[in-house]
């Protein structure tokens, strides 16, 4: 069975779609709200310069040099937080507009989350050699992790919005994203479990750290429990607190 590996002009090619995409968004995004605030025309003009920079490096088929650098630590800063920020706003107004395919919408969003910083990590990050700034790298992909969390899933799919508001998604998108850099840095991953029984192996341990395991479950879920219903009776509390004042105005009067 083959790896499934993607040549460096295929991923130059997804991640310009990408670039183009985002330009189309933040013009679309300006003319509709009509937004001119200094946050927002610094924004644009950062994004324009990558742009460009980043046309001007293709064109010019520079795959090293200081331009080249350049070109790549303002990708990694600027667009590792700019990607996930307009996907989560594109996800919203989907899922705002047409609410009638919101379960589609998001299993759609959660694959493209999955890939969304990748061609950038394969061509930006992948190509690194010096293990410090391969680390700053990772770094400044794990941007991706928090901002899914702000997609407006509705409560009454509760199991689809828990699971993007704890970070499942993006968990497994920076697993992705470290399997694919480990492969492009030369790492080979060979797990090789055996699950065998050790020479002091008893049961008896076992059986405890299993008690002791649905002991904390049982202690976690009955602390949630008096904690709710604490809340419940000081919401009671306060409601009767509030209907017994007018009461004793009466009889004072």
């Known amino acids: 069975m083959k790896d499934f590996t993607l040549s460096h002009k295929r991923w130059q090619q997804i991640f310009d779609i990408q670039l183009l995409i985002a330009l189309i968004w933040i013009f679309l995004e300006a003319l509709s709200h009509n937004k001119n605030s200094l946050e927002n025309l610094i924004q644009g003009a950062f994004f ?54 919101e379960i589609l919408w998001i299993f759609l969003l959660w694959m493209s989350y999955l890939v969304l910083l990748l061609p950038l990590a394969i061509l930006f990050v992948g190509s690194l050699k010096n293990w410090f700034l391969r680390l700053v790298g ?13 997609l407006k899933i ?17 968990a497994f998108a920076l697993l ?57 009776f000081l919401n009671i509390q306060s409601i009767c607190r509030k209907n017994m004042l007018p009461l004793q105005v009466l009889q004072l009067l």
């Open 154 to 170: 509705s409560k009454n799919l509760s199991w689809l919005h828990s699971i993007t508001s704890q970070g499942v998604i993006a």
């Open 48 to 101: 324009i310069i990558v742009f460009g920079l980043n046309l001007y490096v293709q064109r010019a088929k520079k795959t090293n040099g200081i331009i080249f650098e350049i070109v790549r630590w303002l990708n990694l800063f600027g667009l590792s937080t700019l990607f996930p920020s307009m996907w989560v706003e594109i996800g919203n107004y989907f899922l705002k507009n047409v609410p009638q395919l």
């Open 176 to 232: 992705i994203l470290a399997c694919f850099l480990g492969k492009e840095w030369g790492f080979h991953f060979n797990p090789n479990l055996k699950f065998i029984k050790s020479s002091n192996f008893q049961y008896s341990i076992l059986i405890i750290l299993c008690y002791v395991h649905l002991l904390m479950c049982f202690t976690m879920h009955l602390s949630a429990m008096i904690s709710k219903f604490g809340l419940h």
């Open 138 to 150: 990772v770094g400044l992909l794990g941007t991706q992790y928090g901002p899914d969390s702000l």
